[in-house]
DNA sequence: ACCGCGGCCTGGCGGC
DNA sequence: TGCCGCCAGGCCGCGG
């Protein structure tokens, strides 16, 4: 569900509530949630202090000190496609895990899928995972030539992580539509000033969303104070099939590419 | 080595 | 009302 802006705005909206702060304990209401965790979470988790939390594309960590023979490992929180972090009490039927933290800051995951988890491991895990396109060390020459090496449709590869973190299936249609490209090109088909220009898009488009708090389509995807992004009302792609579109007005086209919609003006994207 | 597909889940919606 | 199929913002592992 949430893309790298929606979990960007978690990251900020945490930052100041729990670095800083200590596990009291841990409560792991669904073992999902925890899948693959070598030990009790609560275990590894008490009296460890929050000392930074992080992003690259989708995933977000908690830095750790404190203790222990566990120096190198990190809390990841990854989303899913419905996961929440929200501060304070709630009483939804999908907390799947509740953290007591120091200063009686309370923090629950939510969850209703259960795709999205919370894991303490190395950093190491995410190795894989490609350059964060807001990162001011992020290579966009590099990023569209990796890109352009893909045999698959530009839509399917803008979705692989390894390339660049972060862009999913919302974030791919749009960039795709302010490029002017279609989602059907094959990558490696394309000009490096097309790729260019299509990280371009990808990038000014997540930080306007960014900027509006992200995209919110109903209550699955919230801050965490519980409020919605507004996002949603720029979209110009995402979503719109049989619509006008924004530029030309002709009808948006939806086709469905490795089991996931996309959304295109056949007319003016190329 | 690459890529596409199925699987992992719950729940809302529309059609019959 | 209920059942069924489809849809949903992600990711990983397998097999061709």
């Given at each position: 569900m949430p893309e790298l802006p929606e979990v960007e705005v978690v990251r900020r909206g945490l930052e100041p509530y729990i670095v800083g702060h200590t596990f009291d304990s841990v409560e792991v209401l669904h073992p999902r949630a925890n899948r693959g965790q070598d030990a009790p979470l609560d275990a590894i988790l008490r009296n460890r202090l929050v000392s930074g939390i992080e992003r690259r594309g989708k995933y977000l960590w908690c830095q750790l000190d404190g203790n222990t023979d566990r120096e190198d490992d990190v809390l990841f929180v990854h989303l899913g496609m419905s996961g929440q972090l929200r501060i304070g009490h709630t009483d939804s039927k999908h907390v799947r895990i509740r953290a007591h933290l120091s200063d009686g800051v309370d923090l629950s995951f939510i969850d209703q899928r259960t795709f999205g988890y919370w894991l303490v491991a190395p950093l190491a895990k995410i190795d894989h995972i490609g350059q964060d396109p807001l990162s001011p060390a992020f290579d966009i020459v590099a990023a569209a030539r990796k890109l352009r090496t893909k045999r698959t449709h530009v839509k399917t590869a803008l979705l692989d992580q390894t390339i660049a973190s972060g862009i999913g299936n919302i974030y791919a249609d749009e960039a795709l539509w302010r490029a002017k490209?279609?989602?059907?090109?094959?990558a490696n088909k394309l000009l490096q000033r097309e790729a260019i220009a299509i990280y371009e898009a990808a990038v000014e488009v997540m930080t306007e969303a960014l900027a509006q708090g992200g995209t919110s389509f109903d209550a699955l995807y919230v801050n965490v104070n519980g409020e919605s992004g507004y996002f949603s009302r720029s979209l110009?792609?995402?979503?719109?099939?049989?619509e006008p579109c924004d530029r030309c007005g002709t009808a948006l086209n939806r086709v469905v590419l490795n089991a996931r919609s996309s959304h295109f003006c056949p007319q003016c994207q190329r």
């Open positions: 490209v279609s989602p059907l090109r094959k110009h792609a995402y979503g719109r099939a049989d």
